[in-house]
């Protein structure tokens, strides 16, 4: 029986997450045809997407990692939002695709564009796996969606219950949380 049976149910299979990124990967390539692109990859919980979307794209791209918390190890946001890791190079100049794994009170992300459009970029645009609009506190942009959610705490393909489940290969729901 695998570790994570008793603690995670499936919400979204693995099979479905890989089929919405290869298509994610298809629209950004059309999308940025001719343009030189940057992933912003926010950490942790985005490298999995990070990774499978920029291998679907089929563009020359550069990838930059970004820390931003605002959870620090439970359940729910602290509403406190700092940058724990920043880019590398400068970003005026650049188009920029903001890579997370979810957007659900909208806070962290609201924080971080504004941090970028600070640094000039050419473009700025949002793509995330998840949505929760349920939790919305402030309106996102997402120009790249993967899927929208109910108000259900997830782990798996990058997201983590306490640094843990990232490495399911689905989008998983904690039983009894």
Avoid: W
């Amino acid at each position: 029986m695998p570790f994570y049976e008793k603690e995670v149910g499936t919400l979204l299979d693995e099979k479905k997450v890989q089929a919405r990124v290869r298509e994610l990967g298809a629209e950004i390539t059309r999308d940025y045809q001719g343009s030189d692109l940057t992933l912003v990859c926010v950490l942790k919980g985005s490298t999995f997407f990070a990774m499978d979307l920029a291998r679907a794209i089929d563009l020359p791209l550069e990838m930059e990692f970004l820390g931003v918390s605002s959870y620090q190890g439970g359940t729910e946001t602290t509403g406190e939002v700092r940058i724990t890791t920043d880019v590398s190079k400068p970003m005026a100049g650049k188009h920029l695709l903001v890579i997370e794994d979810i957007i659900d009170t909208g806070l962290t992300m609201s924080f971080l564009l504004e941090s970028l459009r600070a640094r000039h970029p050419a473009s700025l645009k949002v793509a995330s796996l998840l949505e929760k609009p349920s939790r919305a506190r402030t309106k996102i942009q997402i120009d790249y969606k993967g899927f929208v959610i109910d108000d259900v705490f997830v782990v798996g393909y990058g997201l983590d219950y306490g640094e843990k489940y990232r490495n399911l290969p689905f989008i998983g729901v904690m039983k009894g949380k």
